[in-house]
Antibody
Framework: QVQLVQSGAEVEKPGASVKVSCKAS????????MHWVRQAPGQRLEWMGW????????KYSQGLQGRVTITRDTSASTAYMELSSLRSEDTAVYYC?????????????WGQGTLVTVSS | DIQMTQSPPSLSASVGDRVTITCQAS??????LNWYQQKPGKAPKLLIY???KLETGVPSRFSGSGSGTDFSFTISSLQPEDIATYYC?????????FGQGTRLEIK
């Protein structure tokens, strides 16, 4: 069965960077994209970007361009999301989400979420 | 970016009630809309895709309809386990964007 297991909670200071991992199992990692979506406390879901795990191509939200980097390690079936120059507004739960084979924008498998807290 | 507006922001209903949530897009998105259920402390779960198609394994009491800019999501007979926040998501344009959510409570 498909599983996405994310790394644990992080506490970072403003200006620092954070890197969250998402280990996939139960399917061929390179056959699917991986998206990252975040949710600040009490807020709506916000799409951050995605990586084609097969060819390593990425696309990012314009609002996060320059601060977010999504990478993958095919040997470990793991995707990573790194966010730099952290601000208090980046405090959120970060999710990886795998799309359906029929549509890159139908997220049918999600990780459990990783809470990132930005605080001095 | 396409703005998605859900209503109502919260809803209180009784077990067995028919519940409807609406989602309006700021521009025509044809049928490129999904609906998710999110329970507290959990990741979202896909329920409806392409506006009206039921995801495999999702109970048939859930349904979706609409096209263009106006969409609706219905639970035909509310069950206690349906208590959650529901989000619409458009994917006609990148970035995909979500509604602000509708929090559903039991009366």
């Amino acid at each position: 069965q498909v599983q996405l297991v994310q790394s644990g909670a992080e506490v970072e200071k403003p200006g620092a960077s954070v890197k969250v991992s998402c280990k996939a199992s139960g399917y061929t990692f390179t056959n699917y994209a991986m998206h990252w979506v975040r949710q600040a406390p009490g807020q709506r879901l916000e799409w951050m970007g995605w990586i084609n795990a097969g060819n390593d191509k990425t696309k990012y939200s314009q609002g996060l361009q320059g601060r977010v980097t999504i990478t993958r390690d095919t040997s470990a079936s793991t995707a990573y999301m790194e966010l730099s120059s952290l601000r208090s507004e980046d405090t959120a739960v970060y999710y990886c989400a795998r799309p359906n084979s029929g549509s890159n924008w139908r997220f049918d498998y999600w990780g459990q979420g990783t809470l990132v807290t930005v605080s001095s | 970016d396409i703005q998605m507006t859900q209503s109502p922001p919260s809803l209180s209903a009784s077990v067995g009630d028919r519940v409807t949530i609406t989602c309006q897009a700021s521009q025509d998105i044809t049928k490129y809309l999904n609906w998710y259920q999110q329970k507290p402390g959990k990741a979202p779960k896909l329920l409806i895709y392409d506006a009206s198609k039921l995801e495999t394994g999702v109970p048939s009491r859930f349904s979706g309809s609409g096209s263009g800019t106006d969409f609706s999501f219905t639970i035909s007979s509310l069950q206690p386990e349906d208590i959650a926040t529901y989000y619409c998501q458009q994917f006609d344009n990148v970035p995909p964007t979500f509604g602000q959510g509708t929090r559903l409570e039991i009366k």
